[in-house]
C-alpha cells in the first residue's frame, strides 16, 4: 500500500466504550498528525509527533490518547467520548520533523467518520 | 481576526466559467501557503503550493501578495469536476507545526 491509510473508515460507538483509531504512513515521513474536522469548522489540530516524539497536544481532553509506537503508525485511543465528539478524524503525515513544511504540505489519510450515540 | 479567513461560499458557476478565491492571513511571518482541495466526505489532498512570484498549474493559477497578506486561487475554464471545498493552509516560518487550515471555500460547478 502506498500513501497515508486509516483504519475503521466508519465507527460508531457508545459513550462508554473503548475503540482505537489507527493510521500507518508508506512515504517515509518523519511528522505524524491527527486533525479533527467538525462540520463547517476548519481542521483542527490535536496531536503532533515528530521522530515518534509527541511535541503538541493542543489542549484535547484526556478522553482522547495518542500513541506512536514507531515513525510509521500512529493510533488514536479512545474513551468515554461525548456526542459533540463526532467528526471526521484525519490522520495526516509529513516529511520535515520541525513542523515546516516545506513545498510538500501534508498527506492525508481518508479519515474516519466517528459518530458517537 | 481569524488566522486564516476565507469567504464560504457556496460559489456556483457554470462550466466554462473563470473563478477566484481569496484567503486572508493575519500572521505576517507567514512562509509557506497551500492550496487544498477537499471532496465532499473526503479527505484534503494538496493541490498546489503558493510562491512568491505566482505560480500556475494548467488551469488553476496561485497568486501571493505579502504585502496586503492574502493568497488567491484563480479557476479558468471551470469543470464539473472542479467542483469541491477550497482549503487556504498557511504555515508560519517558524514551524513548529503551526500550520493553520482555512475552512474552506465551496465551489459548485454546473452544466
Known amino acids: 500500500e502506498t500513501g497515508v491509510t486509516q483504519t475503521p473508515r466508519h465507527l460508531v460507538m457508545g459513550m462508554t466504550n473503548k475503540k482505537s483509531l489507527k493510521c500507518e504512513q508508506h512515504?517515509?515521513?518523519?511528522?505524524m498528525y491527527w486533525y479533527k474536522q467538525s462540520a463547517k469548522k476548519p481542521l483542527e489540530l490535536m496531536f503532533v509527533y515528530s521522530l515518534e516524539e509527541r511535541v503538541e497536544n493542543n489542549s484535547v481532553p484526556s478522553r482522547f490518547s495518542p500513541e506512536c509506537p514507531n515513525s510509521s503508525h500512529l493510533f488514536l485511543h479512545l474513551h468515554t467520548l461525548q456526542p459533540e465528539d463526532s467528526a471526521l478524524y484525519l490522520c495526516a503525515s509529513s516529511q520535515d520533523p520541525e513542523g515546516l513544511t516545506g513545498n510538500y504540505g501534508y498527506t492525508f489519510g481518508s479519515g474516519t467518520r466517528l459518530t458517537v450515540v | 481576526r481569524k488566522e486564516v479567513e476565507q469567504d464560504p461560499g457556496p460559489f456556483n458557476v457554470p462550466e466554462g466559467a473563470t473563478v477566484a478565491f481569496n484567503c486572508t492571513y493575519s500572521n505576517s511571518a507567514s512562509q509557506s501557503f497551500f492550496w487544498y482541495r477537499q471532496d465532499c466526505r473526503k479527505e484534503p489532498k494538496l493541490l498546489m503550493s503558493v510562491y512568491s512570484s505566482g505560480n500556475e498549474d494548467g488551469r488553476f493559477t496561485a497568486q501571493l501578495n505579502r504585502a496586503s497578506q492574502y493568497i488567491s486561487l484563480l479557476i479558468r475554464d471551470s469543470k464539473l469536476s472542479d467542483s469541491a471545498t477550497y482549503l487556504c493552509v498557511v504555515t508560519p516560518k517558524t514551524g513548529g507545526f503551526k500550520t493553520i487550515f482555512g475552512a474552506g471555500t465551496r465551489l459548485f460547478v454546473k452544466a
Open positions: 512515504l517515509g515521513h518523519n511528522a
